[in-house]
């Protein structure tokens, strides 16, 4: 979903990070001329813009780095003028194929001026301690140190996603199934293609009714990716018996792919059920708590460790 903070500046960023030939850890650093600092590659949300697709988007624009988002790590805040705060949300990031499905569905992105960036480096952990100019900024490094240490670094995502808003059923007299999205479900789908492409999706997968395939869409169509309907996630079928959608999840959620699955808000709890399944005492608390879960059109986003 996109976010929402009062009158603060939302920005966002990564911590792109390797396995150097020694299987020590490295994190990708930028320096900013302008004021003479070692950071995080970030920057400012664009209108219309998500937080995951604005963190991609930047650290395509300062790096050159074509990146899929993994976990989520410390926000930051802090003060800016004027009585207003700014917000940094940032995520654990590894490089992947400029080839690859989801990268077809980003926005194109202009390089980052000299002025702006005029050097990277890929940096050991303990050179990125000395380095990286502002203390706060160590918060997210030391996040990703331990969840590296903890094997809890490399995951994959799977993104449930409820349709976009609908035309109200009082007012529609075809088949439910054909029920499609209204203009400004249109709109959400099309910044949902920014958000499910910033997670390097590579499959979709949607109740067969309209108005889920509808949401979706704009990401497969631009991805270049069908998207394979399954009869189980309809509300009617779930409606009848809960076990085949929950069965349908978790075979999903089991294969080894970045994935979107787009369902009903009655669905929910059967498929919110099944993640909290799954929790560890990490995680436990993470998943929303009350129905429905999601609003329309919004998106919950699992990190999946295999194994």
Same mark, same amino acid.
């Given at each position: 979903?996109?976010?929402?903070?009062?009158?603060?500046?939302?920005?966002?960023?990564?911590? $792109?990070?390797?396995?150097?030939?020694?299987?020590?850890?490295?994190?990708?650093? /930028?320096?900013?001329?302008?004021?003479?600092?070692?950071?995080?590659?970030?920057?400012?949300?664009?209108?219309?813009?998500?937080?995951?697709?604005?963190?991609?988007?930047? $650290?395509?624009? #300062? !790096?050159?780095?074509?990146i899929k988002l993994g976990i989520p790590l410390p926000t930051l805040r802090y003060?800016?003028?004027?009585?207003?705060?700014?917000?940094?949300?940032?995520?654990?990031?590894?490089?992947?194929?400029?080839?690859?499905?989801?990268?077809?569905?980003?926005?194109?992105?202009?390089?980052?001026?000299?002025?702006?960036?005029? #050097?990277?480096?890929?940096?050991?952990?303990?050179?990125?301690?000395?380095?990286?100019?502002?203390?706060?900024?160590?918060?997210?490094?030391?996040?990703? $140190?331990?969840?590296?240490?903890?094997?809890?670094?490399?995951?994959? !995502?799977?993104? /449930?996603?409820?349709?976009?808003?609908?035309?109200?059923?009082?007012?529609?007299?075809?088949?439910?199934?054909?029920?499609?999205?209204?203009?400004?479900?249109?709109?959400?789908?099309?910044?949902?293609?920014?958000?499910?492409?910033?997670?390097? $999706?590579?499959?979709?997968?949607?109740?067969?009714?309209?108005?889920?395939?509808?949401?979706?869409?704009?990401?497969?169509?631009?991805?270049?990716?069908?998207?394979?309907?399954?009869?189980?996630? !309809?509300?009617?079928?779930?409606?009848?018996?809960?076990?085949? !959608?929950?069965?349908?999840?978790?075979?999903?959620?089991?294969?080894?792919?970045?994935?979107?699955?787009?369902?009903?808000?009655?669905?929910?709890?059967?498929?919110?059920?099944v993640l909290r399944s799954h929790l560890t005492t990490r995680t436990r608390g993470?998943?929303?708590?009350?129905?429905?879960?999601?609003?329309?059109?919004?998106?919950?986003?699992?990190?999946?460790?295999?194994?």
């Open positions: 979903m996109k976010s929402s903070n009062g009158d603060a500046q939302l920005a966002a960023g990564a911590l $792109v990070w390797r396995v150097a030939d020694g299987g020590g850890l490295e994190v990708l650093a /930028v320096h900013r001329p302008r004021y003479d600092d070692w950071s995080w590659p970030k920057g400012k949300l664009d209108p219309g813009e998500t937080l995951p697709a604005c963190a991609v988007r930047e $650290v395509a624009e #300062e !790096t050159g780095q074509i003060p800016i003028g004027g009585g207003r705060m700014k917000v940094v949300r940032y995520w654990a990031a590894e490089a992947m194929s400029k080839d690859a499905p989801a990268v077809a569905a980003r926005d194109k992105v202009k390089p980052a001026s000299k002025h702006e960036i005029d #050097e990277m480096r890929w940096l050991p952990i303990e050179d990125a301690r000395h380095l990286i100019s502002f203390h706060d900024d160590l918060r997210p490094l030391e996040r990703l $140190v331990e969840a590296f240490e903890q094997g809890r670094l490399r995951t994959r !995502t799977f993104v /449930v996603v409820r349709h976009a808003r609908a035309r109200r059923r009082r007012g529609w007299e075809g088949p439910d199934q054909r029920r499609p999205i209204t203009s400004g479900g249109r709109e959400r789908a099309e910044e949902l293609r920014g958000l499910i492409a910033a997670y390097g $999706v590579e499959r979709a997968s949607s109740s067969p009714a309209l108005r889920c395939i509808q949401t979706i869409n704009p990401f497969a169509q631009a991805a270049g990716i069908p998207v394979r309907g399954y009869p189980a996630l !309809t509300e009617e079928s779930h409606a009848e018996d809960h076990e085949p !959608t929950a069965a349908t999840i978790r075979k999903l959620l089991g294969k080894h792919r970045n994935r979107v699955v787009c369902v009903h808000r009655p669905t929910l709890p059967t498929i919110v059920k993470a998943l929303p708590r009350t129905n429905p879960f999601l609003p329309a059109g919004g998106a919950l986003v699992a990190h999946v460790i295999d194994g």
